[in-house]
């Protein structure tokens, strides 16, 4: 496992922009698939963009064209751009490792509110 820690987040008007960066320990990060995931209020925590060791993406019909996540390996940091925010994004979201199927890897969350 790395260790996760997550930070960016913040209130910002619909239309607005944020970007969440998330800082991983150790050696091993390049070999991580990486995703961040959200949570909002009565709802169950979903995917919402993931990127693989060689860069591959996946994005939630809901945010793509809108979010863009990257990673910089040299940096143990994976980035989610946020825009064109919505009030329907407002949640905790969450970091996330894997090296294989499992996501056993969690950041303790940073809370995104868009207010409209």
């Known amino acids: 496992q790395v260790q996760l820690v997550e930070s960016g987040g913040g209130l910002v008007q619909a239309g607005g922009s944020l970007r969440l960066s998330c800082a991983a320990s150790g050696r091993t990060f390049s070999t991580y698939g990486m995703g961040w995931y959200r949570q909002a209020p009565g709802k169950e925590r979903e995917l919402v963009a993931a990127i693989s060791s060689g860069g591959s993406t996946y994005y939630v019909d809901s945010v793509k064209g809108r979010f863009t996540i990257s990673r910089d390996n040299a940096k143990n940091t994976v980035y989610l751009q946020m825009n064109s925010l919505k009030p329907e994004d407002t949640a905790v979201y969450y970091c996330?490792?894997?090296?294989?199927?499992?996501?056993?890897?969690w950041g303790q969350g940073t809370q995104v509110t868009v207010s409209s």
């Open positions: 996330a490792g894997r090296r294989g199927t499992l996501w056993d890897s």
